[in-house]
Structure formats: C-alpha cells, structure tokens
C-alpha cells in the first residue's frame, strides 16, 4: 500500500522534527516534544546569528532589494515556525485525520513510484547544493562566509523543499484514489450490484472531500509561503537583470449522484487566500510583470 512510503518519508522528516515519526505516532513523546523545541530554538538562534553576519552585505543592496531580502528572511522564518509549532505541536492531529482518511479509501494496485519520486528529487536538491557550494568556493573566494553566512538559511530552503516534495507525493496518493472510483463507475456501474457500488463510491467521495480540506489545513500556508518566497527571490534576480541592462450512469440516482460529485470537487488553495490551479502561475507572472513595470 503507498501509506507505506509515507511512512518511509515521515521517517526522514522525524530527522528535522517536520513530521511525526510515523503513521501511528499521534501522540508523541516527551522527548519528542523537547526536540521539536530543540529545532526551533536552534534555528531561532542560527537564524540571529546569521542575519548578524550578513548586516553589512545588506546594507550594501539598493533599497528594494534590501527590502525583497528581509521579505525572504521573514518568509523563512515564519515558516519554520509554522512547521514546528503548529504543524507539529498545535495541529499535529490532522497529520492523522489526513492519513486516516488516505486508508479508509480504496485505492489500486500500488506501484512504488512516490519512493522513486522522494529520492529522485533529494539527489537533485543535494547536487544543486553541492554544486551552489563548490562555485562559491572555487570561482568566488567567499566560500567560508557563505557558508557561515547561509548555511541556517540552506536549511529553511531544504525545509521547504521537503514539504513541497511531500505534498506532491499525498496529492499523488489522492489522484490515484480519485482515479479509482472513476473505474470503479466504468467497470462495475451496469452489474446488478450498482446501488452496491454507487453507495461505496459515494463514501469514498466524502472522504477523498474531507482529504483536501486536511490537506489544505495542513499545507496551505507552506503553499502561501513558499509562493512569497519564490516571488521575492525571483524579482531580487529581475531587478539585478533590471539594473545590469538599466476535469452514463441510469435510474434515479443519476441526478443525485451528479450533485453530489459536484459539490465535492477538490479545491486546493494557500492558506485559504487564494485557489492554487494553473492560473495561478500567470497571475504570479502579471504581478512580477506589474513590478517590473514600476521600477523601471
């Protein structure tokens, strides 16, 4: 079954204290609790420490910029506090109820793809890294102050990471549930078992519901932040590229069944701010193009 590598993941989420160790650690333990504590405080601290390091290279930045790389610093920062205070202490519940939910579902033959996914991009991500580390020091001679400089905020860029990668592997997991009650309409709605099947269907519909509401309780806001984040270091690269150039059934359940699959579709949004689907890329666009604008 693919809880199976959600357990895996959660495995190495429990390493940075971002998930619960495992499918079944609802409540977790004092010394749990202490390391979750432990994280935060550390990365409170590093993030001081960095910030401390980095003020004159600030003071440096033209004054949108200075005020684009606070924004990202800020966005950071709310986001680990996020992660280990509300997702893991003041809201881990609903962890639960999402993976509750997940196996209450049926689902098709698993193939063990989300694995595949997982480590894919980890490489991808411990390469880019490596490769960040290895120009700064061989072709800039700043490789000791990037690295006292930036490593606390490699690791909230990592943090985020993580939750982007495993929130893509659940929504996987939610598509391939959804896809399966489409085939269960297909194979099996004209067998004399319908009612049977359409009234399995219909409770599979209300859980995979419930499943993106949690979902969107529990990744909306990394969403939100990890959007905020993007823009900002995106229109920092644009003002510095700026600056250099100057988705048949029969009888009388049709009906019913029509209404009730449309007011349960799944709607992902960020925090509840705004609705996440593919216009959400060219309305970020159109706010960067509107930026651009502005200061030139």
Known sequence: MDLETLNSVLKVGR??????????????????KCYIIFVFLTLTVGVGVSLYLRRFFYTGFPPIQFLLRIIMDVDLYLHNCYSLLILMVHERERWFKLIKNLRAVDCAEYKNHHCLTFISTHIAFVFSAGFNLFAWFTVLPLGHQYVNQYSVENFQIYTQFFYTVFAYIILKMILARYKYQTSLLRK?????????????????????????????????????FNVIFGVARSLIYLDLTQLQK?????????????????????????????????STIFSVLDAMTTFLLVII
Do not use: M
Request: aromatic share 14%; proline share 3%.
């Open 188 to 224: 099996r709605v004209c067998t004399k078992r319908q009612l049977k099947y359409l009234k399995k269907i219909k409770r599979n519909i209300f859980f995979l519901k419930d499943s993106v509401d949690v979902f969107n309780d529990v990744f909306g806001w990394i969403f939100l």
């Open 246 to 278: 100057c988705f048949g059934l029969v009888g009388s359940h049709k009906r019913g069944f029509h209404i009730l699959v449309s007011e349960n579709r799944p709607e992902f949004t960020a925090a509840r701010f705004f609705s996440i689907d593919k």
């Open 15 to 32: 390493i940075f204290a971002l998930t619960p160790s495992s499918t079944e650690n609802r409540k977790p333990s004092i010394v749990q």
